[in-house]
């Protein structure tokens, strides 16, 4: 037991090493490894999708919930071409889909024309016998970027590079350490990260939750069951240093985990369009204080018209009052802009504002576009006046 402990003590303190140097963003990124036949740990090679298996478990729930598609693929109902085509279609009816599939289709031709910088990372593993499978660690964007680009192009199977691990380094705490280092995990995403590393650390869990079982529990009832610590453990408190632990290796405060979890409270379709529109776990928050019923189409609204905090409050505070001058069309265009502009300051490159022109656009006609242009353009020359410029 002395031993097991030591060993799992030693990983956490390798992952946050890792972390740490992501964070402060001093690591730096070693050249390929020349690849090799021989298998064994650190081997780069090039794998079929088809002989990848995906981590249902992993923190960012990529796949679309809709019309059965996620739980299609891991019930092995769909292979990869099925389910992308699927996704694709999907992405032709939602403004969100389009968003997010336009830029895994932009990542999988930088792949394809460039070649991965960085390989993913996975383990051999033989789910059945005598059939033998990679499982992912990271890169999962990777390769439904691979997946949508060669349907989407009606191309062959490609090849997703991977680097061998040992199927003992298969952790969340990698998966957590390669978001911090791509795309930064999302208010859902966290959420989900922070649940796995609680269960994580309560050993056992009840075989519901087991995870290798012949009935495993979907991602969804397997994150939001640490919504209730109780049940599990039998304490309505977490175990001592829990707490400490896992907000060394998230970096955020106890109060903040506690309010990313209570997003679990969301249903799993709801979880998905906040993620894929990345709306903040501070708006997220205020609409879980409204009824349930409006929880949908609030989160629509907020993902449509970026909607602020103020104005979810006042969601919940008007029942039913005529709009105010507060609520005005012109202040809340006001409100939207101020919060553009804060997160504008974050934006250093010229690509960036492709993408957000790209969104932007995403569901208009030509008209509306030259429309939408011709008043973000008189709005400059307002703001000018009065810079006195």
Known sequence: MANKTKNKQEKEENALEILSSVRSKTAVQSKKPKKTEIRSAGTIRAVPLSQIMLDRYQPRPILPVQDGLRDNFFAGKADWRKTTSQWLALAGTDPGIATQVNGLLEMGKSIMELNQIEPATGAWTEPKPRVYKLLLSTGERRFWSLALSSVSNNQGEPQLEVQEIQLDEHSLMRQIVENESAKPLSAIGKARAIAGLILESLDPLPAELDRLSDTPPTDYEYYRSALDIEKITGSKYMPRGMWEEIGKIMGIERQYMVYHLDLLKLPEDLQYQADIHGLPESVLREILKLPKTQWAKVIALAAKQGLTIPEVKRMR?????????????????????????????DIKTSKDIEQVATSFVVGLDKKEMLAGADVLESLAKKIRLRAGD
């Open 317 to 345: 505070t008007s029942k039913g009052k005529k709009t105010n001058t507060k609520d005005s069309p012109a202040n809340k265009a006001a409100s939207r802009l101020k919060s553009f502009w804060k997160i504008t300051r």
